[in-house]
Every structure is written in structure tokens, then in C-alpha cells.
């Protein structure tokens, strides 16, 4: 008997062994829950196969399409009511060669450096792009220093996270927009390339991608954009600090192909009280290339997967239609969520509540909750069934990209917020990898995450419909 | 300038840029701590040095002596008040070469299994131990089966830890005394050999060691013990289910040497007011020799022994007197943490309060605390002042085997209690790494360390001397 066909028995075995709920008190089948999650999880065994047998998806390429089919395959086992593709058509940007870059001291040494092109970046020249680099902080010094000084060089955007943030995602926050506006402000002086310290808390030598943009900048403005490591972006700082005039060299061959068609992947229980009112759980399907988006978002998606699965191995049959949306493109465009929520509403269907995990498959510390006052309390009062499980961060914030287009003025969003700080290690870098997923992490991400789908699900809030049985 | 220069120089700069903290407020002298420690921590090169450059450090090795002179070189730079070693005769056992082992399958069939010897065990002849393997899952089967079923076989005690409790601990706690005790139990019913399943959750082919004892048994009487991988108890146990008579070999040269001299070593804040009342902040020395011990205990050693340096580096000036300990033989015999409770109490030291980090360098939960239901709610008085660093887990329960032998009826103990899902991924096994610790999440657990070590210093407990300023 095969690998496979063993993972298929124990999927179908577990789906069998329902465990009936009726009866049970909310601690009990939060426990029953947990317990599924951690003795008979799914998600470690598909994000395996999504990682190590699929890897990277970038938007529009031939791993993002095999995806897809994986994904909707594995749904269709689960029992659900509905299983269905939602065509979306998503930006296909394809890196090509492997970047070079380095610099040159004042005795002409070559010193190596590395670097990866930003999501969305034109390529150089076929020869590379030789220049001055001149290095910044933030926007403010751009303008301090001006066209004089900046016109013609390579533009450094060194701006280390800030270390003493306890969440790194505000550290994060700091920072990214010198990663996304960073070509467009620098052109504005007459720059003609970019490089951008990684947006990383550790120091090493792996250059971390993710998308910039050049809003409406005509094509011949756009200026090479790329990413250094943190160790490369601190020994270049210590060369500047000294040396006038240092070139950079680097190359990239990278292209915006034309727009490909992909999908959404969706998959539903339908409610047996409430079939109109809709629960979404999601992650994002899509992922940078440079890793295999173990942790992003491979992570999301396998406990979102998991999540009506859990529903059914702890023989709960909900109210209220809950679906599992694995979004496309959320990486480099956003169609995807875009699209879902276009639909949704052309379709007038009443999404009461949507939950993202999209932050690494680390050990879940809790929620942020985007809610009206009323609806939090509503949350606040479930809060005590998930201490037993170290499970205490609930607070107002923001949810998650690709269920951002959801929000409406009564519905609730929430994201799922995992162990923050060694998510950035491997953000869009090439150490994004099945091996930096914890098991029980994940799992207990997924137990979570289903307890409190399982939760809305049976309470509602002040908008839902009130509870008939 | 070479690297060790830089990092001396970068020590000694920052005990200089002293804080001053007089005027702040409880939350503001935290922050400041955290603060420190993420950006100004020094744990994490010590660890590098412990970790890379001396390694697994086994009572009574070389590499334990290393860690000794290493450690306090370490603090003496540190500007402490004192600093010293104080002997301590400690077993010394040596795993000689790596273990071998296989099992036969009926058809002739030599499958290798990972195994390495249980800490203390014996020897097996030194062409190895080849007998019929019988497998349990705990001590009553033992009785069931009887001398006539186990009689001349070697005893394969094969406990997987529960997978749905939330804490790894509790999961261990359930299976430890099989690796501790298996031998001496197996013994009573003439086994000749005793095989134990990993302590891990994880699937792998890691074995992981530990201590075991032989009680009062003759040493006629002891037999070889030890551990098996997951994997390999899986595989193994299911070729027991439908094979008779399967027969293992295995061999170890492992050696119980006479004991030799080795340290605790010891630094001090001499108290501004209460000099005569002591806190103690320590973690173990010594480590298991498969990995480096960075989780187990490296991490606990760099993180207490920051725990003076942030206060330095804070500006708090202690009332009491603040000792680091950096106990030796924790894992083998808990000379260092008994000889240390001795000598104090010979001297009449009193003792208020001690804290030990031996749960790995991950991300830090809270605290397990030993006290009075008195002095456990003067610390919940506290607990706010960590809600921002995330630190939620308050609760009665065990503090550390180390710091143990000092409780009284009066004092308080308490162990840092990290996140614990990965920590038996690594316990006592091969990838006890450096790699597998995160800069922030042992510079966190460092922080949450000095900043109780500061609340307890400042306010005191019920039986410590009223405050005075």
C-alpha cells in the first residue's frame, strides 16, 4: 500500500468517525475540537503535499493552476454540498534569471550582494544597471536631498524594523511602504533603480520579495526595483559611511506578462437553519516564488481546508451556510478577494462573518476583530472557553486582505493572529518552507480557528438572524 | 577589528548607556526592559558562543568545564558585585561510541533502527545485546504478561505522549517514567534489555536521551537501556503486530565514570537595602551531548544571565540582592541545585524568591508559580504590566528542579513558562541547535524574566521586609 493511498483511508476513516456533539456544552465541544484537530488534523498532511509536492504559486503560473486542482480535488472529498472553481483573471508576473548584484569598493573590489526583484518590478537592461547609490531612511530624506543629489544614482532604502515592537506585523507596518512606493517616490528625483533593505527582523543573507507598485507612472518611468538582504544592506550602510561614490551593479530579467485566468477555490456546508446567511473562513492559495508559501499563506489555506473538516469529524452540522474560500492572487493584485466579494454582492448573499488566516501557521495567540462594539462584547463573552488552549488576544484591528472587500456596515471580519515573531523570518524569502511549520502549530491554528467559526456559527451576532432551535 | 573585539566593545557600550529609570512608572521601567532586551540583549550571542563554539556539555566533560570558565568570564565583564564558583561533585557518565541497532524480520531481514543510549544506563556486551523483543505501553501490561512472557527478552516500552494536551509538559510528564524507571521495572521479570520510545510528538528518526536510574539494583543485576525513535517505534511496533519472535540487537559502550569536581557558577547584585534577602534567577549548565543544549539549557543560562545585565543596562539599582545561578548537573543528577539550597541554608541565606528558565527559548507564555495563595495574588497584582508583551499565563504549579531544593514554607518559586509546542521536538536529541533557537523569542523570555525578577525585587512578598523608601 502506497503513501498515498494510506492518507486517503485514514481522511476517509476520520470523516467517518463523527463524534456527536448534541448535548455537548460549549467547553466540551471546543475541547472535542481541539482534540480532532490535534489527534486526527488534516492540514500538516495537505500542506505537505502543497509545499513539497506543489511549491511556490505565484499568481498565473503553472504552480498556482496545480494548486487549484489540488485543492478542489481535496474539497470534493470532504463531503461537503458544494465544491466549485470562481474564475477570476490575475496579474502573471514571472521572475526569470536568478538576480546578481554587487558593489564596488573605491579599490575596485567586487563585493556580492543579495538580492531578489520586487513582485511587479520592470526587468534592468539585459546588461544589468551600473550606478551610484545613494542611500536613505525614509521619503522625508528624498526630498531633503533632492533631484541634485539623487538624479541618475540607485536609490537604498535602508530602513531596519523596529526591533522593540512586540508585534512584528507593526514593525511590518513601519516599513513596507518603502518596499511598495519606493520606485515611485525615488523617480520623482530622477532615480533610476531601487534597492530596499528586506523587510526581515533577523540578520542573514536572504533576500525577502513581495509586490511594489508604480501607480500610474508612464512604462518608460519605471525604474528597476529589488530587495537586499539585511546582512547586504548593513554591510553596504558601512561601506557608504566612509567611501564616496559606490556603484552598484545589478540585473534582473523580470516581466509583467498579460493577465491569465485562475480561480478562486470554494467549498461549502450549507446552513440548515440559516442556508442565506454565510460564514467565510479563508486563506490565500497564491504565494511569492522564492519559497513554497509554507507559511504564506500554504498555512491559511490548509487550516481553512480544515476547518469544515473539523466541523464534520466533531459532528457539528451549522445553522448558517459556512464556506471555505481559498483566495487567489492576494500576493500581487487582490483579485481574487476583490472578485469573491464582487460576487457576493452581485449575488446579494449576506456575509454575516468572515475570518482570514494569513499570518504563518505558528501557535495561534487569538483574534483582531473588526466589529461593531456590540458584536466584540458578543466575542469578549466566548473568550474564556478558549483560555484552556493559552488563547487570549481578542482585540479590535484589522482582519485580513483578501476578506477585506466583506466588510460592510454590520458584518463582522476577524483574522486569526499566530505567534508574530518569527513570521518576517521567512515573509516572502526562500526559507518559506514546509520545514519551518510546526505540526501542532498549525493544528491548534486550525482547532482554533474552528471554535470559533463553530461559535458565530451557533450565536450569530446582533445583525444574524437570532437562533430558532 | 575581529568579531569578538566588536562584540566586547558593544557589551561594554551598552552597560555604560545606563537608563535612568527613577520617575518611571511600573509599565514605563517594563518597557524599558523589553526595550533593552530586543534591542540591547545580549543573550542570544552568548548562546552562539555556548551553543557553536563549545557545545553539548555533559556533567563532568570538558565542554562542562568550558561553559563553567566561559560563563563566568561572562559575568565578570559584567561589572557585578561578585562573581564566583562554588564546587560541586557531580556524576560523570560517557556515552562512548555512537549506538548501533537493528531488528530481523522473519524473513532474515536486518532493519536499522536510530537508538542512543539512556543517560546512566549500562553497557551492552561489547558485541552487543541480541534478544526476542517484547512491547508495552505501560507498567501494568508488564505485570499482565509476567516472568514467563518477559523472562530473557528485552523490553520495548512504546508510550506515544498524548497528542490533544495543550501543554507539551503535561504530554511528557505522562510518559517520563518509562524512560526513567523502565529498566527497574523490567528487571523484576528478567528482562535483559529495555527499548524506549522517544519522549517527542514528532515523527522522526531523532532518539532522544535522558536520565534514567537503576535504584538500589545491583550492578549485576542493571540492564542496558535505551531510546528509540518515533519512526522507528512505529515501524517496529507494527511488525510486532503480525510477527512472532522478532529479535533485536543493539549496542552501546556507554560508561558510569567516578564522580569529578565541577561548579555552579554564581554572580551577584549585592541588594541596596535588603542585601541579607536573596532572589535567585537561574537555569542549568549542563546539557545532554546529542545537540549543543541551546533549548535545554542553554537558553536558560544567557537568559539569566541577561537578567542582571538588563537591570544594569535599565538603570534598577535592587534593594534585594539579585543572584544569578548557573547550576551545573541538572540533568543527571541535581547536584548543583542541591548543593546550592545546602550551602544556603548553611549560611542562613535567606532565600525570598527564585525563577528558572528550563523550558526552552521560545516565545514566553508567563510564569508557574509556587507560593501562598497570598503571595500568588500579589504577583496577579502584576499581571497588567505584561498584557503588552503578550504574557497572560499566571498559574499555581511547579517552577524548576534546579531552584526546587530551596523552597520553604515561606518563600516563592516560579519557572518561565515559553510557548511549549516545539520544545520535545528538540529535548535531550540531536537537533538541540542553535539554528532551532529565535533571536527574539529567547530575548523576550529574557525580558519577562527581569521584568517579574524587578516587581519582585521592588515590592517583595508577604514574609520579605516591608519596603523602606
Known sequence: MNRFNVKQIMLTMALVCNVIVSGQTDEETVRTIYSASLNNGYSYQWLDHLSNAIGGRL???ENAEKAVQYTKAELEKLGLDKVWLQPVMVPKWVRGDKETGYYFLEDGTKVPVNICALGGSV????????????EVTDFSQLEQLG???????IVFYNRPMQADLISTLEAYSGCSSYRYAG?????KYGAVGVITRSLSLR????????SMGYADLPNEKRI?????STNDANAL???LKTSEDIELHFRQTCQQMDDVLSYNVIGEI????????YIVVGGHLDSWDLGDGSHDDGAGVVQSMDVLRLLKLSGIQPKRTIRVVLFMNEENGLRGGREYARVAKEKGENHVFALESDLGGFTPRGFSIQASEQDYQRILEWKSLFKPYLIHYFELGGSGADIGPLKNDTNVLAGLRPDSQRYFDHHHAANDTFDAVNKRELELGAATMTSLIYLVDKYGFNQSSPIKD
Chains 1, 2 share one sequence.
Do not use: C, F
Not at 520606485?183 to 523617480?187: K, P, Q, R
Open 203 to 210: 540578520q542573514d543573507d536572504l533576500p525577502h520579495t513581495g
Open 183 to 187: 520606485a515611485v517616490e525615488a523617480v
Open 270 to 277: 450549507t446552513g440548515s437553519t440559516y442556508p442565506d446567511e
Open 123 to 134: 526587468p534592468t537592461p539585459n546588461e544589468g544597471l551600473r550606478a551610484e547609490v545613494i
Open 237 to 239: 550602510s558601512e561601506v
Open 59 to 61: 499568481s498565473g503560473s
Open 147 to 153: 533631484e541634485d543629489a539623487i538624479k541618475g544614482k
Open 224 to 228: 528597476p526595483s529589488a530587495a537586499i
